[in-house]
């Protein structure tokens, strides 16, 4: 899915006035250099593979990409019968220091946490 071309299709045609602020990042989470954005970003939107070691991964990647900064973490497809992979590493970090503020939208497959400066 990460080479598929209409990933982000939408997001491309839209013209949007903070546009310039937004860079979408594409290919494999478990190999990804993050050495340039540690730090760097204020939001991250997980929707990757939703088997549970990519869930753990995506999670302390975007936690490394926000930095002691803080910012906004959403995932998607939480509470979705298809995945429970998803569902269940989110709900194992519900003791996590910087993650204790997950909350789920109740109706749809979304958890977001705003994380605290460090």
Same mark, same amino acid.
């Given at each position: 899915?990460?080479?598929?071309?209409?990933?982000?299709?939408?997001?491309?045609?839209?013209?949007?006035?903070?546009?310039?602020? /937004?860079?979408?990042?594409?290919?494999?989470?478990?190999?990804?250099?993050?050495?340039?954005?540690?730090?760097?970003?204020?939001?991250?939107?997980?929707?990757?593979?939703?088997?549970?070691?990519?869930?753990?991964?995506?999670?302390?990647?975007?936690?490394?990409?926000?930095?002691?900064?803080? !910012?906004? /973490?959403? @995932?998607?497809?939480?509470?979705?019968?298809? @995945?429970?992979?998803?569902?269940?590493?989110?709900? !194992?970090?519900? !003791?996590?220091?910087?993650?204790? !503020?997950?909350?789920? /939208?109740?109706?749809?497959?979304?958890?977001?946490?705003?994380?605290?400066?460090?």
């Amino acid at each position: 899915y990460a080479r598929d071309t209409r990933v982000g299709e939408l997001f491309a045609s839209e013209e949007l006035p903070d546009r310039g602020k /937004i860079t979408q990042l594409f290919g494999d989470s478990a190999t990804f250099d993050d050495t340039g954005y540690r730090g760097k970003v204020d939001f991250v939107f997980v929707d990757g593979s939703h088997h549970a070691d990519y869930v753990r991964n995506d999670t302390e990647l975007a936690l490394r990409l926000l930095g002691d900064s803080g !910012g906004l /973490i959403v @995932w998607h497809d939480y509470a979705n019968a298809h @995945w429970p992979g998803v569902t269940s590493v989110l709900d !194992g970090y519900s !003791g996590h220091a910087r993650l204790r !503020g997950m909350t789920h /939208i109740e109706g749809c497959t979304l958890v977001f946490c705003h994380v605290a400066a460090s």
